[in-house]
């Protein structure tokens, strides 16, 4: 006697969850690649910004009529003005006669000024650990304290 109602997979059941399973895993691969390659576009937009803030640095130093360096902060006058850089938060910023917030580094964990003969350097550290330096010259002498 055969029953007409008997739950259970059949063979033909089993074949299409497999292959459910296999498309579904054959998509890991691509995604692992997708979240490494995000990690690798964060690292290359933090280098592009290291890159435009240095090159504006430079410039400013170069127009400047006096530059004080401290550890922590760079004192710019130029034109009467006062051009502070210092870390705030997790960015390093630049604020103009002591107002407003210009935001020139983001992700900064630690900044450090030094001065160097004929100019000044610059020592930052990121949140991935990755460092970044740069020595600038100038054709003004420095202040250090």
Same mark, same amino acid.
């Given at each position: 006697?055969? !029953?007409?109602?008997? %739950?259970?997979?059949?063979? $033909?059941?089993?074949? +299409?969850?497999?292959?459910?399973?296999?498309? &579904?895993?054959?998509?890991?691969?691509?995604?692992?690649?997708?979240?490494?390659?995000?990690?690798?576009?964060?690292?290359?937009?933090?280098?592009?910004?290291?890159?435009?803030? !240095?090159?504006?640095? %430079?410039?400013?130093?170069? $127009?400047?009529?006096? +530059?004080?360096?401290?550890?922590?902060?760079? &004192?710019?006058?130029?034109?009467?003005?006062?051009?502070?850089?210092?870390?705030?938060?997790?960015?390093?910023?630049?604020?103009?006669?002591?107002?407003?917030?210009?935001?020139? !580094?983001?992700?900064?964990?630690?900044?450090?000024?030094?001065?160097?003969?004929?100019?000044?350097?610059?020592?930052?550290?990121?949140?991935?650990?990755?460092?970044?330096?740069?020595?600038?010259?100038?054709?003004?002498?420095?202040?250090?304290?």
């Amino acid at each position: 006697m055969h !029953l007409q109602n008997e %739950k259970g997979f059949t063979l $033909v059941e089993m074949l +299409i969850a497999f292959m459910v399973f296999c498309m &579904l895993a054959s998509f890991y691969p691509l995604a692992i690649k997708t979240i490494a390659s995000h990690n690798d576009v964060e690292q290359r937009n933090q280098r592009l910004e290291w890159e435009v803030f !240095l090159s504006q640095l %430079k410039k400013e130093a170069r $127009v400047s009529d006096q +530059i004080t360096v401290s550890a922590d902060k760079l &004192l710019i006058e130029k034109n009467g003005e006062t051009i502070l850089y210092e870390k705030y938060g997790s960015i390093l910023r630049r604020r103009v006669n002591y107002t407003g917030h210009e935001t020139l !580094l983001q992700n900064v964990t630690n900044v450090r000024f030094f001065k160097i003969t004929g100019g000044f350097g610059i020592h930052v550290q990121d949140l991935d650990q990755v460092e970044y330096g740069a020595n600038i010259r100038s054709f003004i002498s420095t202040e250090g304290k």
